[in-house]
């Protein structure tokens, strides 16, 4: 006989502690075949907080998030997301905990023959079904406006700018309302300006929802700007943790050729 798992109810007025982390990883090691990407990260977040996770190329910055989502699975070490390892969890469970979470992929994934809109609507049609046609206009019309696309509804995202893509899969990430938000190089092949507005516009986000976040990026300004604790990725291990100033003041040799080439 199963038992309804019961997600705990996070939302601010019901919040037990709001050091709880709701999403911890701990000591994960993480291999393809013989290709250690992983060896024993652990890695924290709670409510309200944004860790940015960097690393050059290939250091499992990727493989860590589809780690989270629960999309693969590590050798050895636990993941738990609001204190429950995900590993124990049936898929039915998983899923219900990811209803809890948005998502926004390295490369944005937007459907080409959806319109921005119906991008948007996408989640909502299929995860949140007691909605009326009505209700998910409006909600994805808010959406829409949060990121500063609402003239954008019937545009299909081939005919928008890039950093136009990203805000899409950003309002779509948000869908749902999540508590945890993963965010897989938000700005990467972005130019400058561009760049900037998405971070403006996650950190806005940032604010107005408390979520606890944790956004890839190869870029040490998008990580300055957006985050309260960055963490450097390098041969498997977390190098260094802490604001940006700790990651200043280090003498560790790698981090400091890191925040010089960066
Ligand atoms: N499913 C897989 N099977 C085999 N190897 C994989 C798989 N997924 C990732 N890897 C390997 O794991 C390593 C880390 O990949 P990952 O995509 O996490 O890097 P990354 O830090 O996100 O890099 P980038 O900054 O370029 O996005 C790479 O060497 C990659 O080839
Ligand atoms: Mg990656």
Redesign the pocket.
Known sequence: MSTAYEIPDFTKEHLPDARLPLIEVDNVHKK?DD?V?LDGVSLSVSHGETLAVL?R???????LLRLIIGLATPQAGTVSLYGKNINGLSLDQLNQIRMKMGFLF?QSALYDSMTVAENVAFPLAHHRRGMSKSERDERVDHLLTEVGLVSNHTTMPSDISGGMQKRVALARALALEPEILLLD?PTAGLDPISSDEIDELILKLQRERQMASIV?T?DLHSAKTIASRLALLDKGKVVIEGSFEHLQQSDILFVKEFLKQS
Do not use: A, D, R
Request: hydrophobic letters at 25%; charged letters at 15%.
């Open positions: 393809f290709h990407v690393g190329s290939g250091t499992g910055k990727s493989v390295q190089e890839v190869h």
